[in-house]
Nanobody, 120 residues
């Protein structure tokens, strides 16, 4: 069981940068793989970036080279640094934690989301 709270969203101009944070509580953070998703109105929720328990990142093509995911196990937090933002990046951004038990069962936990709006 883990609770997630995103923060850092807001309004930014095209080409600008923004950093999102996700604070976790109620679980052993180092045991969870973490990821960032986003969902625009009328569209599906898309995976943007993930990071393993060992700190290895992976990115969707749409954000590769612009976004950076990182984690700080001592602070039980995961971050998303977003650079060169575009209007199409406008969405609600969600943090997700995943733990795989040895029996193969997966547990997923979601934050409440934070709005990112890219507009001039």
């Amino acid at each position: 069981q883990v609770q997630l709270v995103e923060s850092g969203g807001g309004l930014v101009q095209p080409g600008g940068s923004l950093s999102l944070s996700c604070a976790a509580s109620g679980g052993i953070f180092s045991l969870y793989s973490m990821a960032w998703y986003r969902q625009a109105p009328g569209k599906q929720r898309d995976l943007l970036a993930s990071i393993t328990t060992g700190g290895d990142p992976n990115y969707a093509d749409s954000v590769k080279g612009r976004f950076t995911i990182s984690r700080d196990n001592a602070k039980s937090a995961v971050y998303l640094r977003m650079n060169n933002l575009k209007p199409e990046d406008t969405a609600v951004y969600y943090c997700k934690a995943e733990r795989r038990e040895v029996n193969g069962v997966k547990y997923n936990y979601w934050g409440q989301g934070t709005q990112v709006t890219v507009s001039s």
